[in-house]
């Protein structure tokens, strides 16, 4: 069924893209740094963004990572 994402048609996109998935990375990635965007460090747990005494994160920050996020609130380790 067309729009459902259930058929071969975003699959096939997938295929499309795949290759060319880095490319796009790389080119995104040194946007970014022509803007002056500067990603910073990562962290693996919110305890560890309390240890470095930058809680909460908020989605936009150079830190933010979706992981640290599971509610999806855009307020990481609140």
């Known amino acids: 069924m067309p729009g459902t994402g ?3 048609g975003s699959a096939n996109f997938g295929n499309r893209v795949g ?3 880095p490319r796009i990375a790389i080119m995104l990635e040194d946007m970014m ?7 910073g460090p990562h962290y ?3 305890e560890d963004v309390q240890h470095a005494g930058i809680a ?8 933010y990572s979706p992981h640290l996020d599971p ?3 855009g307020i ?3």
């Open 6 to 8: 259930s058929g071969t």
């Open 76 to 78: 990481a380790c609140a």
């Open 71 to 73: 509610d999806g609130d």
């Open 33 to 39: 740094a022509g803007l002056g965007y500067r990603p």
């Open 19 to 21: 290759m060319l998935g």
């Open 44 to 46: 693996a747990t919110c």
């Open 56 to 63: 909460p994160l908020l989605r936009g920050a150079p830190s």
